[in-house]
T-cell receptor, first 117, second 113 residues
Framework: KAGVTQTPRYLIKTRGQQVTLSCSPI?????VSWYQQTPGQGLQFLFEYFSETQRNKGNFPGRFSGRQFSNSRSEMNVSTLELGDSALYLCASSLAKLMVLSRDEQFFGPGTRLTVL | DQQVKQNSPSLSVQEGRISILNCDYT??????FLWYKKYPAEGPTFLISISSIKDKNEDGRFTVFLNKSAKHLSLHIVPSQPGDSAVYFC????????????FGTGTRLQVFP
């Protein structure tokens, strides 16, 4: 069973540009979440999608957006890039069954390393 | 506001001994806690979790303890092995209808022979 895949793995952009990152979840997984990892802030939640709907959003500016397609694949977009957007962007997927006393395991992709110059 | 904190950025332990990684949280609404392990250039890998109705969960060499009154959890690895060397993140979740995780800043564990 293929894991979570993210493309591209590495990306270099300049300030002011925009970027789109892609995430393909594990087959059958319905929930996709995005996280930003930086040395200073650790792993921070960006947003979560379930059945093409944004279910939750973190504290990031509106320059960060995302969407989910009917096949559960997800993209995130960052417009007007800033130097501080340089980070590892991680995507995670899960089956998203509703369970009160436990959670479906989330599987993370290897991430996309974005460098903004 | 850091709701999940790992105050030790690094920990060095001899092979065969116990590794204890600590995590504190501030949000009393968190009801599920997880530990992830991360190697460089890879995504985090799930290790073990615990619901807020329990105080201990064990899986092989890994045991997680939860002290709700102190808002503290810990991960014990016994015995520690060199392959355990990685960055460990604790994470917390609020509510069962979301996959949103709040992560700590991580503790780098080094297990030396």
């Amino acid at each position: 069973k293929a894991g979570v895949t993210q493309t591209p793995r590495y990306l270099i952009k300049t300030r002011g540009q925009q970027v789109t990152l892609s995430c393909s979840p594990i087959s059958g997984h319905r929930s996709v979440s995005w996280y930003q990892q930086t040395p200073g802030q650790g792993l921070q939640f960006l947003f979560e999608y379930f059945s093409e709907t944004q279910r939750n959003k973190g504290n990031f500016p509106g320059r960060f957006s995302g969407r989910q397609f009917s096949n559960s694949r997800s993209e995130m977009n960052v417009s007007t890039l800033e130097l501080g957007d340089s980070a590892l962007y991680l995507c995670a997927s899960s089956l998203a069954k509703l369970m009160v006393l436990s959670r479906d395991e989330q599987f993370f992709g290897p991430g996309t390393r974005l460098t903004v110059l | 506001d850091q709701q999940v904190k790992q105050n030790s950025p690094s920990l060095s332990v001899q092979e065969g001994r116990i590794s204890i990684l600590n995590c504190d949280y501030t949000n009393s609404m968190f009801d599920y806690f997880l530990w992830y392990k991360k190697y460089p250039a890879e995504g985090p890998t799930f290790l073990i979790s615990i619901s807020s109705i329990k105080d201990k969960n064990e899986d092989g060499r890994f045991t997680v303890f939860l002290n709700k009154s102190a808002k503290h959890l810990s991960l014990h690895i016994v015995p520690s092995q060199p392959g355990d060397s990685a960055v460990y993140f604790c994470a917390a979740s609020e509510g069962y209808n979301t996959d949103k995780l709040i992560f700590g800043t991580g503790t780098r564990l080094q297990v030396f022979p």
